[in-house]
């Protein structure tokens, strides 16, 4: 698949995360449109899974530590071919697989169910150290909010991860600068950011998260990094592709008016971002 091919995609993807949220009436479309072409690299790109057999032993693992940008991962497994693309418009619907957060009792190949901020990096680690005793070879991914990461069980989790070089491990912030209450660096100062993540023994690689080439290149770093877990710093847009959400923070958790969709649907259209 070229990166034409995935560019489109993201696009789909940016489309199927709006209509979801409206036709459901609340979701997180701001940092779930921040995200998509981290979610599109790695679900197109690089994870080794088997949508049709979503338990494979050796498949990676994937956590979504953000949960809430559930639409994101969702519409990026449809399009890969976990479930039918129209089963997208029951999201937070009563009884649907398709919860406001990803919950791996409800729907194959939801790795660990998510939601409560701060958590998903201490599953990965612990996954990445089963790999190591069991000297198997999948990789282990985890998608961080850079709101999220003021939490402290983060950096515990970091350290702990350094300490035991976990090389299986490829750590990925999603930093929009964006968070529910405002400015990330308003709210509880981050940067330098990667600079902490450098001195809890990780490699990291500062990247545009909305350039797929990029993000392709960030992917093959981190598996092919020895000694180390690897940290992908993520440049991102809140709201990315709808001029009206970009860097705005009440479209945090804000769904989009039948108006507004049909807005930014178009401007989708028209711009092909």
Request: net charge negative; aromatic share 6%; with cysteine.
């Amino acid at each position: 698949m070229n990166e034409v091919d995935l560019n489109d995609i993201c696009r789909e993807v940016r489309c199927d995360i709006l209509r979801m949220t409206a036709a459901a009436g609340s979701g997180h479309p701001g940092g779930s449109l921040s995200a998509v072409e981290l979610l599109v690299g790695l679900y197109c790109k690089k994870l080794r899974h088997r949508p049709q057999e979503p338990d494979w032993p050796d498949r990676d693992r994937f956590i979504l530590s953000k949960g809430h940008i559930a639409p994101a991962l969702y519409a990026v497994m449809a399009h890969t071919g976990y479930f039918p693309r129209e089963e997208l418009l029951t999201l937070r619907k009563m009884g649907s697989r398709l919860q406001g957060h990803p919950a791996s009792m409800r729907l194959p190949g939801i790795e660990v169910s998510t939601g409560s901020l701060g958590q998903g990096l201490s599953v990965g680690v612990g996954l990445a150290l089963g790999a190591k005793l069991q000297r198997k070879q999948w990789r282990t991914y985890v998608l961080m909010g850079d709101g999220e990461i003021q939490e402290g069980q983060i950096w515990e989790a970091a350290m702990s991860a350094g300490h035991y070089r976990l090389d299986n491990l490829c750590g990925i912030v999603d930093r929009n600068y964006m968070q529910i209450d405002g400015n990330t660096e308003d709210v509880m100062t981050l940067d330098p950011c990667a600079d902490k993540w450098r001195a809890f023994n990780w490699h990291v690689v500062e990247i545009d998260g909305h350039d797929m080439e990029q993000v392709a290149a960030a992917y093959d770093t981190a598996a092919s990094t020895v000694g180390k877990p690897t940290l992908i710093m993520a440049r991102t847009v809140k709201g990315r592709g709808v001029p009206f959400m970009e860097n705005v923070a009440a479209w945090h958790g804000k769904a989009p008016s039948e108006a507004e969709l049909a807005e930014a649907l178009a401007h989708l259209a028209a711009t092909n971002q």
